[in-house]
């Protein structure tokens, strides 16, 4: 093999390569997503100081952190993503220095182990920035607090400021969060593993070890006495303890079991999804090409650098002979790992899959994981250029499984853009203390919680206070659970962190929003279960009890999403279509009709036929007999079920049309559509 060239000083330089290929090419296009949105809001609406409140019922420890990081990075998405992604980075960093220090005569292995510990594909959400920016921050604290206990035992550092710092890391990761407490289990056997190197004599190495891990254990122990005894989380609860109380053998039965699945979770099927990714061979998908771009590159430049990187740390002739003895180290340590990562899910009783958002609790799995491969790789890999090309092929499969993860997140702030774009058109204006009801959007990155907080800086961008005038409920959710019941008159009072909505049933506004179509404001005349066949039967209750008085029609300002997504899209289709139920809602037939010709005239066209009904009748009102009857045998002939909205709106054209023609057109269509016939006869 010819001389290696490159200096290890290019290992944090070459990290960050590997960190923006995999996770910053689509930087310029993401956005904010899930609880982003909330504690961006609350930043402007609370300041820094109100996160005191935000936090105080789970996690108040974590208000220092985003009171100071909201305040100073601001609200542009691109700066939080840029954050993100450095903080990965110094994790990373940090990982690479505990192995170092844990076993400085494998530097192959640690920085192999680093790279697939950068684009460990577990976890999908890394997106997700100002939620996630602050779990990497506590990662790094953690392994930064290990590093330098590490450095200590090795005496590469003087004892007592680098264990305080130490100490100081320990206790800021553990009060922040729950997270990374199963991995605090893990010290006192990296304590016990450093001091085996100068200590045979096993009880004196107990007793020393112990000796070593007394602060941490105090750190450790205080933290679990305030977390079990005197706080109590209302989000996260210690269900697992009542459990063993009651059925002791059952509870420890289901923890092994728990634990178990985690390390297949997190040690196995993570990796073994990059296998798999959708479309791979799709060529024709301007998505794929990228991949395999992103893959082939990926796998020729790690494969070259892990060749070519000069390595300081030489392995003594027995690690020579007989890699598979520290491989075999190397698993024991993963899997005690992802046993550890596990439990704190397992005390919470949260579920812990590779499914959105479950699969945010991997991160506690990742060091785990990647040293249980690392090893492996070392018991049955012998020689080194085939390690190489494994740790390619995982690295460069991995980048590109994160890269059609960053891509999901990019079109969903598209959709999510293009929806509140489209309810700024029709609903320009909207009275405060009004319910927003649906049965659930078509996102996979926003609850109806998340878009609470855009929704309220868009109708309310000048709020400050605790008593939000907006609030969206998705009754697949919140029906008959915070929102006891969709009947018309009831008292609604909803929590939102530290803010409080109070609202009724009566001032609610039903919205569907279709994967095939425009953003539908729901009303019992108009848009119905009649005019959209196959609507969703838990949109269905607010129906009923969504009340169009609620929308600002002519408001002096009309409103425009939050800055985010400026600017406004082109104008298509969907534009022409909110405009037109606007001015329908307030009579205009001449508008309706105008914007349905500029549309038309434009080669605008719907994705689905259920978006006619609403032209059909503009043109009907104002006596546009030619296009109403096209339209509408358009419509029916492209779905038939549309029948009971298509007989409605000529319906109410006959109501209001005096001149013969008219009347004989709607006579006609009833005659086309089969009006008053059964569904079921039509056509045969």
């Not at 990926?298 to 491989?327: C, M, N």
């Not at 991997?362 to 085939?386: H, K, P, Y």
Request: charged fraction near 15%.
């Amino acid at each position: 093999m010819k001389k290696a060239f490159l200096s290890e000083r290019t290992i944090p330089f070459a990290l960050l390569f590997f960190c923006i290929l995999t996770y910053g090419l689509l930087i310029p296009w993401l956005g904010f997503y899930w609880d982003d949105w909330p504690y961006i809001w609350f930043a402007k609406t609370l300041g820094a100081a109100g996160f005191a409140d935000v936090f105080s019922h789970d996690r108040p420890f974590l208000a220092l952190l985003y009171s100071v990081n909201l305040p100073t990075l601001g609200t542009n998405p691109v700066v939080w993503q840029v954050f993100a992604l450095v903080w990965r980075w110094l994790a990373t960093l940090l990982f690479w220095k505990v192995f170092r220090l844990l076993w400085p005569e494998r530097p192959r292995q640690a920085l192999g182990a680093s790279l697939l510990f950068l684009v460990y594909p577990g976890f999908s959400q890394q997106w997700i920035s100002v939620i996630y920016s602050e779990a990497f921050i506590i990662l790094a604290a953690f392994l930064g607090s290990l590093a330098l206990m590490l450095a200590v035992l090795r005496r590469k550092i003087p004892f007592w400021p680098g264990t305080l710092a130490a100490l100081v890391l320990s206790a800021f990761n553990l009060f922040s969060t729950e997270y990374f407490f199963g991995l605090e289990l893990i010290r006192p056997l990296l304590i016990w593993w450093i001091l085996g190197e100068s200590i045979s004599e096993w009880k004196k190495r107990i007793g020393k070890s112990i000796l070593q891990w007394l602060p941490y254990l105090l750190v450790l122990g205080l933290f679990s006495v305030w977390r079990a005894l005197l706080f109590q989380s209302n989000t996260y609860q210690i269900s697992a303890m009542e459990s063993l109380a009651v059925t002791p053998q059952a509870t420890i039965a289901g923890l092994l079991k728990t634990l178990g699945s985690n390390v297949i979770i997190g040690g196995w099927l993570a990796w073994n999804q990059i296998f798999n990714p959708p479309n791979a061979l799709e060529i024709q998908i301007l998505t794929t090409r990228l991949f395999w771009v992103i893959v082939l590159a990926s796998f020729g430049l790690a494969f070259f650098y892990l060749l070519q990187v000069q390595i300081s740390g030489k392995e003594t002739d027995e690690e020579k002979k007989h890699p598979e003895r520290w491989g075999w180290s190397a698993v024991i340590l993963g899997c005690l790992n992802l046993l550890a990562g596990g439990i704190p899910f397992w005390i919470a009783n949260l579920p812990l899959t590779l499914n959105f958002p479950w699969d945010r609790f991997t991160l506690a799995l990742m060091t785990g994981s990647v040293l249980l491969l690392t090893g492996l790789f070392e018991i049955f890999i012998r020689t080194f250029r085939q390690k190489v090309v494994l740790f390619s092929i995982l690295i460069s499969l991995a980048v590109g499984w994160q890269f059609y993860n960053a891509n999901t997140y990019r079109r969903e702030w598209e959709l999510s853009r293009d929806f509140f774009w489209q309810l700024s058109w029709r609903v320009p204006g909207l009275k405060p203390n009004t319910l927003l009801l649906t049965h659930e959007f078509p996102f996979r990155y926003y609850s109806d919680n998340s878009l609470t907080a855009p929704i309220n800086w868009m109708y309310a961008p000048d709020f400050q206070g605790r008593a939000m005038p907006y609030m969206l409920n998705y009754l697949s959710v919140r029906l008959k659970n915070s929102l006891p019941s969709a009947e018309p008159g009831l008292p609604v009072e909803q929590t939102y962190r530290a803010m409080t909505f109070k609202g009724n049933t009566s001032n609610s506004l039903a919205l569907y929003l279709p994967t095939d179509g425009c953003l539908k404001v729901m009303d019992s005349v108009y848009t119905n279960k009649d005019s959209i066949p196959n609507l969703p039967y838990r949109m269905e209750p607010a129906i009923p009890i969504s009340n169009l008085s609620q929308i600002l029609a002519n408001p002096e300002n009309p409103v425009n999403p939050p800055p985010q997504y400026a600017p406004e899209p082109q104008h298509t289709w969907c534009y022409y279509y909110q405009k037109a139920d606007l001015a329908r809602q307030v009579g205009d037939w001449q508008e309706a009709a105008r914007l349905g010709d500029e549309a038309l005239g434009k080669g605008l066209l719907p994705n689905t036929p259920t978006e006619w009904p609403l032209f059909i009748e503009a043109y009907g009102q104002t006596e546009n007999w030619k296009r109403a009857t096209e339209l509408t045998e358009n419509a029916y002939a492209t779905n038939p079920s549309l029948r009971p909205a298509l007989c409605s709106v000529w319906e109410r054209i006959s109501k209001t049309t005096r001149s013969e023609k008219g009347l004989d057109k709607v006579s006609y269509m009833n005659d086309y559509v089969g009006c008053g016939k059964p569904l079921d006869t039509e056509g045969k």
